[in-house]
């Protein structure tokens, strides 16, 4: 039988279970800036919904537990754990190993972004009414610094996403992936949960076997995350290459293709590699040249477009991403391939 929760039997059978409660988790580590404001929002949500609100810590040093703890003290509804693995999957996973029973949504919030008030809520009335096994957020990225708007400029474009649905700001939909915020617990369990093995791509690895389990993934144009991009070229980088490697370790466990605008950044890393052979003919300059002038091209229209001068910059900041993800995911093919990489693929 398919496990799809769109039909009105399977729909009923949900309201009819008892499961009426939340459970939200914050996996977290070093966000004593955010943390505060963020819980006071989360409860406020909580109180009204009967739901419980679990902040997982990787580990944090910043006072960030102190602060959970002092206003775990007086709000029943807030609990805490350690997350020894200290990856966001395994973080989750643990919170809805010790408290997910008797709850029908998992809320996953990331504490480095910002949220609607009205933001839970609106998940779970998206849930009831579509019947869909997860409900994904678009994920609208903005910046303070110069540097982190430059680089929420080129993600909320088609130039740094790729066009992908949840960057931007959609029509309600389904789709095979978009940014986790809801998924009903009976899923989660159903397909196993996070695989604790990625510290990247850990979501669309998820949602991979959520679609192919038979439910159905609802993209909600009912509200969205606000992310706050890395704030230097150097610290995009290492976060883009992390991208690109738990994208090609999703491609290799589920031995899947990658989509045409993943392949085309693909590209990026042997264009480099190539024009290091300029020596022996101009000619090995050539795919680099392109693609350098394409992103620094599209990025003066972003400048254009938005009359900011400072995001004439764009482009380098494309151009980091693209280089970063596509050598991290060549990185990963070569590790698996020599027999380095220690992380079982099946």
Same mark, same amino acid.
């Given at each position: ?135 994904? +957020? ?9 540097? #982190?708007? /430059?680089?929420? $400029? *080129?993600?909320? %474009?088609? @130039? ?90 999703? +491609? ?9 605008? #993943?392949? /085309?950044?693909? $590209? *990026?890393?042997? %264009?480099? @590699? ?73």
């Amino acid at each position: 039988m398919r496990n799809d929760l769109t039909g009105a039997g399977r729909q009923n059978t949900a309201r009819d279970d008892g499961k009426t409660s939340a459970l939200i988790v914050v996996p977290c580590l070093n966000e004593a800036s955010y943390i505060g404001n963020l819980l006071a929002q989360l409860l406020a949500f909580a109180e009204r919904s009967a739901s419980h609100v679990v902040v997982v810590d990787g580990g944090s040093t910043d006072g960030t537990l102190d602060i959970v703890q002092g206003i775990a003290a007086t709000h029943p509804r807030l609990s805490h754990l350690h997350n020894p693995k200290k990856i966001q999957s395994a973080g989750i996973n643990l919170a809805v190993r010790i408290f997910g029973a008797g709850t029908r949504h998992i809320i996953r919030i990331d504490a480095h972004c910002g949220y609607p008030d009205d933001y839970c809520a609106k998940l779970i009335d998206e849930a009831e009414a579509t019947g869909a096994g997860s409900i994904v +957020v678009a994920m609208i990225a903005a910046g303070r610094g110069p540097v #982190q708007r /430059i680089n929420a $400029a *080129v993600q909320n %474009s088609r @130039l740094g996403n790729g066009g992908s649905r949840h960057r931007r700001h959609p029509t309600g939909q389904y789709v095979d992936h978009g940014h986790h915020a809801l998924i009903l617990t009976v899923v989660f369990n159903a397909v196993g949960g996070y695989d604790e093995s990625f510290r990247c791509n850990e979501d669309a690895e998820l949602d991979y076997r959520i679609t192919q389990a038979g439910y159905r993934i609802w993209l909600t144009a009912r509200t969205a995350v606000t992310y706050y991009p890395r704030q230097t070229l150097g610290a995009l980088f290492r976060q883009y290459f992390s991208y690109g490697q738990g994208r090609a370790r999703t +491609v290799l466990k589920h031995r899947i293709r990658p989509i045409a605008r #993943q392949a /085309i950044v693909l $590209a *990026v890393a042997p %264009s480099i @590699l190539t024009a290091a052979l300029f020596a022996v003919s101009l000619w090995a300059l050539l795919p680099m040249a392109i693609w350098a002038l394409a992103c620094l091209g599209a990025g003066a229209g972003i400048a254009i477009r938005a009359r900011e001068p400072g995001l004439l910059w764009s482009g380098c900041s494309a151009m980091v991403m693209h280089a970063a993800w596509s050598f991290g995911f060549w990185q990963q093919v070569m590790s698996r391939n020599s027999g380095k990489d220690g992380r079982a693929i099946p």
